[in-house]
């Protein structure tokens, strides 16, 4: 979904992509996932990677899961 985008993007930053969990080829533990939970896994993917700040897009979910980095997580946003 993203490809068309990445040249306009990249342009300009440095993009990273990842699959939630049960996404993609990511682990599919059992059980039902929080939005916590997924915000929680962003800023653990971000911390294993050095990231301090991000701008953080998403579509959907990732949209969801970027509200939530933006209200738990509010210094590591770029505003």
Excluded: C
């Excluded at 939005?35 to 701008?55: F, P, S, W």
């Amino acid at each position: 979904m993203w490809d068309p985008q990445m040249t306009a993007l990249e342009a300009q930053h440095q993009v990273l992509r990842y699959d939630t969990r049960g996404h993609g080829a990511s682990d599919a533990p059992d059980g039902a996932y929080t939005l916590d939970q997924l915000v929680a896994d962003a800023v653990a993917l971000m911390d294993a990677l050095e990231i301090q700040k991000v701008n953080f897009v998403g579509l959907s979910m990732g949209g969801m899961i970027a509200q939530g980095l933006a209200l738990k997580h509010a210094s590591r946003v770029v505003a």
